[in-house]
């Protein structure tokens, strides 16, 4: 069975600072998928991110940045430079291939509070 | 491109009864998942529908059903509501890919409010 587990329920930090929010994932399949999303308080889970299994090759976009290693399962999201806006609940998921393909598997969520 | 889009916004029912949920993907889009969110057990797949067809199911009762239609429009049904049945309702729709995992976008919700 899939499993994915975000450690940190809750991360507080003042506005500038760096911040990382981890995410564990447990799967058997050998292709997967690894999605991060934002959830502001108004609900809608936006998209941040998708990697594929066989990519570990880490990303950045802007201040966010994303590093992926398969040796410890781990699938990890850095905020530089937090800004208030910045504040929500973000989702690691994660989801297999065939029938799965379209079944998303999320940990219980960080909410993340970025103080002025 | 419009986003996925869900009605009702909100809605409040009392136990027993039964509620529709609808869903419009982003156009294109073939495949429109359900999942729910609680506090206590967190999002939680429910269904998807690709062409007009359930694809694959979570752990749910049968209580909760849906159907996709030829425009891919999508409705959930949840039947005999129950207090537990609280929670806000998200619907993904994507490509509906079978051998790549397409990226879901959520539409924003139906909060219901079981009495």
């Known amino acids: 069975a899939q499993k994915v587990t975000q450690a940190q329920t809750e991360i507080s930090v003042v506005e500038k600072e760096d911040v990382t929010l981890d995410c564990v994932y447990e799967?058997?399949?050998?292709?997967?998928?690894l999605f991060w999303y934002k959830q502001p308080p108004s609900g809608e889970l936006v998209f941040l991110i998708r990697?594929?299994?066989?990519?570990?090759q880490n990303e950045i976009s802007g201040r966010y940045s994303w590093n992926f290693q398969k040796s410890t399962s781990s699938f990890n999201f850095t905020i530089t430079a937090s800004q208030v806006v910045d504040s929500a609940v973000y989702f690691c998921?994660?989801?297999?291939?065939?029938?799965?393909?379209?079944?998303?598997?999320f940990g219980q969520g960080t909410r993340l509070t970025i103080n002025p | 491109k419009a986003g996925v889009t869900q009605t009702p916004r909100y809605l409040i029912k009392t136990r027993g009864q039964q509620v529709t949920l609808s869903c419009s993907p982003i156009?294109?889009?073939?495949?429109v998942s359900w999942y729910q969110q609680t506090p206590g057990q967190g999002l939680q797949f429910l269904f998807e529908?690709?062409?007009?067809?359930?694809?694959n199911k979570g752990n749910f009762p049968g209580r909760f059903s849906g159907r996709q239609f030829s425009n891919s429009r999508s409705e959930m049904n949840v039947s005999t509501l129950e207090l537990g049945d609280s929670a806000l309702y998200l619907c993904?729709?994507?490509?509906?890919?079978?051998?790549?995992?397409?990226?879901?976008?959520f539409g924003p919700g139906t909060r219901l409010t079981v009495l």
């Open positions: 993904a729709s994507s490509l509906g890919g079978t051998s790549v995992t397409d990226t879901q976008y």
């Open positions: 799967t058997r399949d050998t292709t997967y998928y």
């Open positions: 990697r594929n299994s066989f990519d570990e």
């Open positions: 998921a994660l989801s297999g291939e065939g029938q799965g393909a379209q079944k998303l598997v």
């Open positions: 156009s294109g889009h073939r495949s």
């Open positions: 529908y690709f062409s007009e067809t359930q694809r």
